[in-house]
C-alpha cells in the first residue's frame, strides 16, 4: 500500500517494537525480590498496569512531572494492594526500577524480521516518549540500535507526542516530507492520530487491544507490515 510512497518509516518504541509490559514484570520481580517486598507480584501487576497507562497518559498531557509519575504509579498501585509501602520504600524502588528495566532487552515476536526486511529499502527512524538515557540502552540492549538513522525522544524535543513538535523535528532530523513518512505505533492518541495531523501515513499496531477504528489500518502482528511495505 505504502510502496514507492513512503522512504523513511518511523517507529514508536514501548508496546511496538520494545515488549514493555514482559520488561517491567522481570524488573518487578527482580526488584521486589532485592528490597524483600511481601507483595504478590501478579496481584501487583493487574493492578499497576492500567495504573501506569493512565500515570503516562497524564504525563504525555503535560499534568505531571516525571518525577511524579514514577512515585504516583507505584503509590496508587501499593494503596491498591493493599500494601503500606514507605516513601522511602517507593524511592528505593523507583530509583531500581529505573536502573534495570533497560537491561531486560524482550522484543515482540518479529522485531528483528521486520527490520531486517525494512532496512534495505528505507530509512528507520524512532520517535518515542520515553526518556532520551533509558530508550538509549533500550536500543542498544536489545541490540537493535543500528537499524536506525535518527531517534527523537520527548527529553531532546521539550514536548511529547502527540504534540506535533516532536514530530516535525523528527521529520526536520530525517530531511523527509511528512508525504514519505509512515508513522508506526501502539497508541491511537500518541502515535497514530498526533502523526497524522502533521500528514504522516500511519499504522496502527494495536499491541494494547484498543477499541478498533477506521483512522487508518491496523496490524496485530508486526510481520503484518510486510504487506504495506
Known amino acids: 500500500m505504502f510502496k514507492g510512497i513512503v522512504t ?3 517507529f514508536d518504541l514501548d508496546h511496538t517494537l520494545w515488549d514493555f509490559e514482559k520488561n517491567s514484570e522481570l524488573t518487578f520481580q527482580h526488584i521486589f525480590k532485592e528490597h524483600n517486598i511481601p507483595v ?3 496481584v501487583f501487576l493487574q493492578a499497576y498496569v492500567p495504573i501506569n497507562f493512565e500515570m503516562w497518559k497524564l504525563f504525555r498531557e503535560e499534568k505531571v512531572a516525571k518525577e511524579e509519575l514514577r512515585y504516583q504509579r507505584l503509590k ?3 494503596d491498591a494492594v493493599g500494601y503500606n509501602a514507605t516513601d522511602k520504600e517507593i524511592d528505593l524502588l523507583s530509583e531500581g ?3 534495570h528495566l533497560s537491561s531486560f532487552n524482550h522484543t515482540f515476536p518479529g522485531v528483528q524480521e521486520v527490520l531486517d526486511y525494512l532496512k534495505p529499502n528505507y530509512k528507520l527512524h524512532i520517535i518515542t516518549n520515553g526518556f532520551g538515557q533509558v530508550q538509549a540502552k533500550k536500543l542498544r540492549n536489545a541490540n537493535i540500535q543500528d537499524f536506525f538513522d535518527v531517534v527523537v525522544n520527548s527529553e531532546m524535543a521539550g514536548v511529547k ?3 506535533p513538535k516532536i514530530f516535525k523535528m523528527a521529520l526536520d532530523m530525517a530531511k523527509v516530507a511528512p508525504a514519505n513518512a509512515l508513522m508506526i505505533g501502539d497508541n491511537l492518541e500518541a502515535d497514530i492520530l498526533g502523526a497524522k ?3 504522516f501515513h500511519t499504522l496502527h499496531f494495536n499491541s494494547n487491544g484498543e477499541e478498533e477504528h477506521q483512522i487508518c489500518d ?3 502482528k508486526l510481520e503484518e ?3 504495506y511495505l
Open 8 to 10: 523513511d518509516v518511523f
Open 76 to 78: 496508587k498501585t501499593f
Open 97 to 99: 526500577y529505573i536502573e
Open 197 to 199: 495531523d502533521l500528514g
Open 218 to 220: 491496523i496490524i496485530y
Open 40 to 42: 504478590d507480584l501478579t
Open 161 to 163: 507526542k502527540p504534540n
Open 225 to 227: 507490515i510486510k504487506t
